[in-house]
């Protein structure tokens, strides 16, 4: 079997909307009613853990000297 | 000496004013004088200084394209060819811009640049990239000093604290800042891939806006990957990088609007369409569940026995009936019959035998008529218990019969 690629949150949501869609306009079989309900779930509970899981993370100053690029934190004044 | 016509003359100086490279491309400064828009759209009016003037027709066409009204007594500097309307005798600048000149030689760049850039296509729309719905990674481009990335931090920040800034600090003006931003577009293109970003500086005069015209950033702009949203100045300053932008705010804050989605709508959202896609399973399979149970309450499912049970009763009702015919047609006949059998039976030879009577026949069969026997024939002569062979002696008709 191929290997997926990771689906973007973009890519995820896109999913799941035309999941969603399908669902809502077509008269599904019971078993794409299924194959699509699973794949929704699991695309929906991709786009929650991303939304969860954002840590928050260090904001970044570039220093760029030489053609090297230096990251340094960026500190906001008066924060 | 040769006569000419005033036809002659004219178009031969027309063509003097039109081979003249000069004259073809040029810009004219002065002042606006008798200015008339006509309904048609063409507007004439007439460029003028201390000591001379110039008539001058922009057609419709590029009438449209004014981003402002020229009115008498503005200072422009109208830009087009000069030639000659021959009907008039007149020479007359046919203009393609009007640039108020008060914001003199750098509107003229911006006018000239723009054009020149639209021609090429940098500005499509066709070109310009969607903006991520949930980016992560947000790259900006301006001063580190500055109200700019404090505005883009905090309404970032309260839209989703997990969103990370990634600042290339710039200068926003000045000789080397132009170099610098379009760097800084190629450093996150090449070495730091991020999900989108933003290019800007606070408001300023046209002088310190303009390195967000040059034509290095607007290319490196246009080059670029990653989306970009420009955010320079306030809400009425436009730079060529907003034109070149995949998106223009108005104001840095605007941009850390458009861009960073609130992390609590989007929650929302996402809860929202999980619980449609719940709902949608649900009613789904209700549906499937119903047509199920209907198809299971049908009769054929249900007792099928009952299908028949129609059929059946009407081969009871046949049956009925045939058994019923039976009993009248048939055992009535039987019955009439048997009396018949009976009646049939009084009349049997038989018993006419048995009463003494004898039945003859002869090889030709029963023998009624004298007639039918002669002298010296055998004949078989049947009696109640047997029967006789005799020879016939003799033959005697009439006697009491």
């Avoid at chain 2, 481009?141 to 990335?149: E, H, P, Y």
């Avoid at chain 2, 015919?325 to 009646?343: A, C, N, S």
């Amino acid at each position: 079997m191929a290997k997926k690629k990771e689906l973007s949150f973009e890519e995820a949501l896109a999913g799941l909307e035309e999941i969603i869609g399908n669902m809502e306009n077509g008269e599904l079989s019971l078993r794409d009613l299924m194959d699509n309900y699973a794949q929704g779930v699991k695309l929906s509970k991709q786009c929650m853990q991303e939304l969860e899981q954002a840590e928050k993370s260090m904001d970044i100053l570039i220093k760029e000297e030489n053609n090297e690029a230096q990251e340094l934190e960026l500190k906001i004044e008066g924060d | 000496m040769a006569v000419h016509s005033v036809s002659d003359v004219t178009k031969y100086i027309k063509n003097m004013f039109d081979g003249e490279d000069v004259l073809q491309n040029i810009m004219i400064r002065g002042e606006i004088s008798n200015f008339k828009r006509y309904t048609s759209g063409h507007c004439y009016f007439t460029l003028k200084d201390a000591s001379a003037s110039l008539k001058c027709v922009m057609f419709r066409s590029r009438a449209q394209t004014l981003r402002f009204v020229p009115e008498n007594g503005l200072k422009v500097v109208a830009g087009g060819s000069l030639s000659v309307y021959e009907r008039d005798g007149a020479y007359q600048l046919y203009t393609d811009s009007i640039v108020p000149e008060g914001a003199g030689e750098l509107s003229i760049a911006f006018a000239q640049l723009k054009a020149r850039l639209t021609d090429e296509g940098l500005f499509a729309v066709e070109h310009k990239k969607s903006l991520p719905k949930f980016p992560k990674k947000i790259g900006v481009i301006t001063s580190l000093s500055g109200a700019v990335l404090r505005d883009i931090y905090h309404v970032a920040k309260r839209r989703n604290p997990a969103v990370q800034l990634i600042l290339y600090p710039v200068q926003v003006q000045g000789t080397e800042s132009a170099v610098q931003i379009a760097e800084g577009i190629r450093f996150f293109n090449k070495k730091y891939p991020v999900d989108v970003l933003i290019a800007g500086r606070g408001g300023g005069s046209m002088e310190d806006l303009w390195s967000f015209n040059e034509e290095v950033v607007v290319r490196a702009i246009y080059a670029s990957k990653i989306p970009v949203v420009s955010a320079v100045g306030h809400e009425t300053d436009f730079t060529l990088a907003d034109f070149a932008a995949d998106v223009r705010a108005a104001t840095p804050s605007q941009a850390a609007e458009i861009i960073v989605p609130d992390a609590g709508e989007l929650t929302r959202y996402m809860m929202g369409l999980t619980a449609r896609l719940e709902t949608n399973m649900h009613s789904a399979m209700h549906e499937k569940q119903n047509q199920l149970v209907l198809c299971l309450r049908s009769t054929a499912m249900h007792s099928p026995q009952r299908l028949f049970a129609e059929k059946r009763q009407r081969l009871d009702m046949a049956v009925e009936r045939l058994t019923a015919f039976y009993r009248r047609e048939v055992l009535d006949k039987r019955h009439v019959l048997e009396l018949r059998l009976g009646r049939l039976e009084t009349m049997s030879p038989l018993r006419v035998l048995r009463r003494g009577y004898s039945i003859v026949e002869s090889d030709k069969g029963l023998v009624k008529s004298v007639h039918e026997i002669r002298e010296g024939e055998w004949v078989h002569v049947r009696l109640a218990d047997g029967s006789l062979q005799a020879v016939v002696k003799s033959v005697e008709e009439g006697g009491e019969g």
